[in-house]
Each structure stands twice: as C-alpha cells, then as structure tokens.
C-alpha cells in the first residue's frame, strides 16, 4: 500500500531470559503487570542548576524538561529499557524518545502531547526549545493530533474503542503506520513523563497507556520541604517525589533498583549529567 512505512524502528527480537520468559507469559497485559514506586531526591541541587541555567538561556527549562532528559539518560545508559512489547517477545527500540503531555486550553480542561526525537542526544536547553515550538504545533491542531480516537456519545465511544484497538494492533504489533491512521508515526515514543505538580496532588501515579506500549512513565510531584537533621539541627530540605510506573514484564527488580539509583545520582549532579553539551 502507498505510504505505508515502518511505524517504529526496532531490533529484535532479544534472547530471553527464562525469568523474562516467564514475566511475558505470567502477566497477560500492562494494567495486570505495572508496578508503582516512588523516588524522593534531594531538590535542592537541581532548583540551583536551574536558576543558573535560565539566567543564561532565552527559553524557559522546567522540571519537566529535566525529568525527560533524565529519562532518556535512563534509557542511554540501561538500553534492554527502551523496548517494547509485539507478539509475545521483547524489540529494542533503536531511538530514545519521550512523551510530554500538552495543555491544549489554558484550563487543561483538553490534553494531547508531542514526542521528542533522540533527547538522550540533545542538550537540556534544546529539548525546552523543541518542545515549546511542538506544543505549539500540536495547539494548531483542534484535535490534538489525534483526531481518530475522538468519539461523541455511546456510538461514538464505542467506535473511538475499535479504532484504538485496532490502531495499537498496526502501530504496534504489526508496526506498520500510514497517514490515513491519523495519528503521527510513532506518538508515544518509548518512554513518558506526567506533570502532576500542576494537578494539586501531593502523589499520584499516571498509567501506563496499553496501546503505546511503553515501559516506564514518570510523574513529577510538587517540591515540599522534607524535615532533616543536618549539623546538630533540624532544617527543611526540598525534596522532589518521582512517582515511578513500569512494566514488570520489561523491566524487572535488578533494572528498577537501577533506575532508581540512576535518577537519584542524576538529580544529585545535574551540573555532570545536563552540560550543555549533553
């Protein structure tokens, strides 16, 4: 068919492990196999690197844009991470690429997200700028970019269901993309970050989308003081909570510890991992 084209580019499938064998075989779907932890860094560190950088850059850099980059930082440094999952075995994924949500009203009342391309190559500042100008674009867009899945009333509902379905069967299973799907090429990219902060909750913890296949999603909670007893007093530290959601199938307890430990040294020494050259 004209225009039809790989929708991600994968290598694969992996050689298994027999535990790996068995996690894909044991839990049948994402809802059944994800796994929630939550990682509390010390903020302080990475609220300075920020004031540093926006004193010196036009564009504004958020938490967000560092808690993407520090995922793709994940993904650079532990790749059997960035896979997914397509007619029972496990594909790598050859790029590193993110999901960040988009507002489309200033209410947040309507939500769509762009993907950003191979951050684990791009420097901090550069991903602020990429996703402010595809923010923008996806704003053009009445739908969001995803105006297949849209549906109004039972009916519509029920055929918004069939399309996902099917749309998760092509992209994913099959890999395969065309432009009459509607949808971008890839939209979710390998892996997620979620801005909770700006929801009002303390912690919560965003899922897994079944059809995007991916393997890790992060929430980024608000900054609080944390109580701390530091040269004979007590004082208040900020402390960032990163509410963490995987798939076991891909991702098992020796590669969530270290994830975890990643992220915290990354939030330690964001001045080593965030350089402008990275």
């Known amino acids: 068919m004209l225009g039809l084209t790989e929708n991600v580019v994968l290598s694969g499938p992996r050689v298994l492990s027999p535990w790996r064998s068995v996690a894909l075989a044991v839990w049948k779907d994402v809802a059944a196999a994800s796994v929630h932890a939550v990682v509390e860094v010390d903020a302080e560190p990475i609220l300075g690197f920020l004031d540093r950088l926006n004193a010196r850059t036009s564009v504004r850099v958020t938490m967000a844009h560092c808690v993407g980059k520090a995922l793709a ?11 997914l999952i397509r007619l029972g075995r496990l594909y790598r994924r050859r790029d590193v690429d993110i999901f960040f949500p988009v507002a489309l009203d200033r209410q947040g009342e309507d939500m769509s997200g762009a993907v950003l391309r191979r951050v684990d190559a791009t420097p901090l500042h550069v991903v602020a700028e990429q996703l402010a100008h595809e923010a923008r674009a996806v704003r053009k867009d009445a739908s969001g970019g995803f105006g297949s899945f849209r549906g109004d009333g039972l009916v519509g509902r029920m ?29 979710f990219g390998g892996a997620a970050v979620s801005d909770i902060s700006k929801f009002g909750a303390d912690l919560a913890f ?37 509410a963490v ?34």
């Open 73 to 83: 930082e994940v993904y650079r440094q532990l790749p059997d991470v960035n896979c």
């Open 159 to 187: 055929v918004a269901r069939t399309v996902v379905r099917a749309g998760g069967l092509l992209l994913y299973t099959l890999n395969v993309w065309h432009p009459a799907l509607g949808v971008p090429k890839d939209a």
């Open 206 to 242: 965003p899922p897994l989308l079944p059809m995007a296949r991916l393997p890790l999603v992060i929430g980024i909670c608000p900054v609080v003081d944390t109580p701390v007893w530091e040269d004979g007093s007590w004082r208040a530290r900020k402390t960032l909570r990163l």
């Open 245 to 278: 959601v995987f798939d076991h199938r891909i991702i098992d307890g020796v590669y969530a510890g270290r994830i975890c430990q990643l992220l915290r040294d990354i939030f330690a020494r964001p001045d080593a991992y965030f350089s402008e050259t990275r």
